[in-house]
């Protein structure tokens, strides 16, 4: 088991399940409500226990490894894929230059004995440049690109996609019985004003959810000029 620090840290854990019923043989019916349902201890776990980060190819910093750490204390995925964006990085050994570095007794050690026993499983990428479905749009910025890999990764694997910047501290069971669960977001802005959205940093999915394939079909009218918009106002719309 990784010892962690001691840091006060949480997450905002206001989220909304999202997810598909079906009306029909046909058709299928969004069905939302602002609370996770309760667990219930009969109901099927779809959503595999598998996580999902993403990160830039820079030497790792403190708060990615505690983000890996608690997911791996808390949530004890099965497998825990970190996609890291490589464009051809990869090849001239930058990232093993700080693994190299390391002291015992150090974060860093820690993070390599996750990485080297298989606990976290890298996986170098080089990251989409161009939206899910249309090639005719160009995304410039890092962190467009790492939405359609989140996207990709849930639609074609499933699990639990969390942020680096996110930090569970519970193993999220109770909303692994939806199809597909997306955190809330700029809910207590007080400019009433202000567009609402999802935030796209905590995201739940069974394998072939319905909801983000509707959603990458969405990126058709991709806007690169804005930050969020196709990542959290589109979902929202959708609801």
Known sequence: MVNLPVVILFLISISITVSYVPNDASTEALFWSPHANPFHHHS???VPKIVH????Y?????FLY???ACVQRYIQPDKHILWVNDEGRHKKGQWYAWQNQVTQHSWQYNLTQL???GKIEVKFYTFPYHPPGNTSTFAPNKAHRSDFVRLEALTNIGGIYLDTDAFA???LKE???HNFTMSFDNIVNPDKTASKRLNNGVMLAAPQSLFPQLWAKKYAAFNPASFAFDSSEVPYNMM
Do not use: E, G, K, W
Not at 53 to 56: E, H, K, L, P, W
Not at 58 to 62: A, G, I
């Open 44 to 46: 099927p776990l779809i």
């Open 53 to 56: 980060q993403t990160y830039d």
């Open 175 to 177: 909303l692994r019985v």
């Open 169 to 171: 501290i519970n193993n």
């Open 58 to 62: 820079d030497s790792p910093n403190f």
């Open 66 to 68: 505690l983000s890996l």
């Open 115 to 117: 990485i080297q026993h």
